[in-house]
């Protein structure tokens, strides 16, 4: 059955970097884009960017441009994303999805990440 | 920038009741709509997509319908599972996601 299972949670200081794995089983990895979505406590979702795990492309938001990279090891079915200069307000749950029939049809567990110094 | 937005942004109901959420995007969508269900502490479920198909799985009381930029989500007969956050998105400006703001249905 296809899974995306995530890193664990992480807990960081401002202007540190963190990098959440989602691994993929189940299915062909290189087949389906993954996206990554960020929900800060008791807010909605926020959609960061897209990544193509075939040919490492990648779309991002441009709130995020120039702070967030995804990437992937093919050799072992998994997506990355590592977001930069962290800051208090980036506190939050980081989710990847597949996207299947265009929507997100697969998601992770969700990665908690905590920014406090 | 495309925005989503929904109505209500929580509403109190009884399992058995019908329940109805809409959702209404800045430009028109062309039917590149989901709507995902969210339980507190979970990762979001695709419900529908294409506005009114099922995800696999999905019960038949949950069903979509809207053309252009409205959308409907409705729940024929609230079940005690379905008490949650929902969630409307938008992929037709691929590769972008917008979600709407989400609808918590809650317990009366």
């Known amino acids: 059955q296809v899974q995306l299972v995530q890193s664990g949670a992480e807990v960081k200081k401002p202007g540190a970097s963190v990098k959440v794995s989602c691994k993929a089983s189940?299915?062909?990895?290189?087949?389906?884009?993954i996206h990554w979505v960020r929900q800060a406590p008791g807010q909605g979702l926020e959609w960061m960017g897209r990544?193509?795990?075939?040919?490492?492309?990648?779309n991002y938001a441009q709130k995020f441009q120039g702070r967030v990279t995804m990437t992937r090891d093919t050799s072992i079915s998994t997506a990355y994303m590592e977001l930069s200069r962290l800051r208090s307000d980036d506190t939050a749950v980081f989710y990847c999805?597949?996207?299947?029939?265009?929507?997100?049809?697969?998601w992770g567990q969700g990665t908690l990440v905590s920014v406090s110094s | 920038d495309i925005q989503m937005t929904q109505s209500p942004s929580s509403l109190s109901a009884s399992v058995g009741d019908r329940v109805t959420i809409t959702c209404r995007a800045s430009?028109?969508?062309?039917?590149?709509l989901a709507w995902y269900q969210q339980q507190p502490g979970k990762a979001p479920k695709l419900l529908l997509y294409a506005a009114s198909r099922l995800a696999s799985g999905v019960p038949s009381r949950f069903s979509g319908s809207g053309s252009g930029t409205d959308y409907t989500l409705t729940i024929r007969s609230l079940q005690p599972e379905d008490f949650a956050t929902y969630y409307c998105?938008?992929?037709?400006?691929?590769?972008?996601?917008?979600f709407g703001q989400g609808t918590k249905v809650e317990i009366k």
């Open positions: 999805a597949r996207e299947g029939g265009d929507a997100g049809d697969y």
């Open positions: 189940g299915y062909s990895f290189t087949g389906y884009y």
């Open positions: 990544f193509n795990p075939n040919s490492g492309d990648t």
């Open positions: 998105q938008q992929y037709y400006f691929t590769p972008t996601w917008t």
């Open positions: 430009q028109a969508l062309s039917n590149s």
